[in-house]
T-cell receptor, first 114, second 114 residues
Framework: DSGVTQTPKHLITATGQRVTLRCSPR?????VYWYQQSLDQGLQFLIQ???????AKGNILERFSAQQFPDLHSELNLSSLELGDSALYFC?????????????FGAGTRLSVL | TQLLEQSPQFLSIQEGENLTVYCNSS?????LQWYRQEPGEGPVLLVT?????EVKKLKRLTFQFGDARKDSSLHITAAQPGDTGLYLC??????????????FGKGTLLTVNP
């Protein structure tokens, strides 16, 4: 158990819909990262928050947004969903904000867009 | 274009055999990490290498960072069924860029048969 909690584990929805994925980081970790994993693209960095502020952005679509709340949990919002958004979405957390710091990954949310 | 190329993509071997997987790039990284991911779980960090030419050992696993910090290898001695999983390399600070995000390779899926 990494200590990072992601909910829900599975999500099935239809094209055009909007969903919210939730992540609770390990106790004491200030940094939260979101990743998307698909068979063709592999694991892709989406966005990082550190202590409530956005720190780094990767290949995140404009239809996707995220935030980190004062209690340090984070949410990833995916809207106007397309079939191609079906993937595993992982959240990771670390104490500090550098990528070389140990990142602890949650078990992921499997999103299926039908 | 994949910034980090991993090879081979798939590897199936018998228990007790040795193996090496490779992670190559045309870009320089400030640090490189290896993760292992098992089905239904998030990646788990195995090692971080920072210095060109650095070698780190973790029991039967040996990790090497290339002198020019553009490539890395993971060698497993006397593989066991418990080593089965997806091995991912990830680099930070590509070509002097952001140290806040990781770029992942697509992974090597290793199966060790008893």
């Amino acid at each position: 158990d990494s200590g990072v909690t992601q909910t829900p584990k599975h999500l099935i929805t239809a094209t055009g819909q909007r969903v919210t994925l939730r992540c609770s980081p390990r106790s004491g970790d200030l940094s939260v990262y979101w990743y998307q994993q698909s068979l063709d693209q592999g694991l892709q960095f989406l966005i990082q928050y550190y202590n409530g502020e956005e720190r780094a952005k990767g290949n995140i679509l404009e239809r996707f947004s995220a935030q980190q709340f004062p209690d340090l949990h984070s949410e990833l919002n995916l809207s106007s969903l397309e079939l191609g958004d079906s993937a595993l979405y992982f959240c990771a957390s670390s104490v500090a904000g550098l990528a070389k710091n140990i990142q602890y990954f949650g078990a992921g949310t499997r999103l299926s867009v039908l | 274009t994949q910034l980090l190329e991993q090879s081979p993509q798939f590897l199936s071997i018998q228990e007790g055999e040795n193996l090496t997987v490779y992670c190559n790039s045309s870009s320089v990284f400030s640090s490189l990490q290896w993760y292992r991911q098992e089905p239904g779980e998030g990646p788990v960090l195995l090692v971080t290498v920072v210095t060109g030419g650095e070698v780190k050992k973790l029991k039967r696993l040996t990790f090497q960072f290339g002198d020019a910090r553009k490539d890395s290898s993971l060698h497993i001695t006397a593989a066991q069924p418990g080593d089965t999983g997806l091995y991912l390399c990830a680099g930070a600070g590509i070509s002097g860029g952001s140290n806040y995000k990781l770029t992942f390779g697509k992974g090597t899926l290793l199966t060790v048969n008893p």
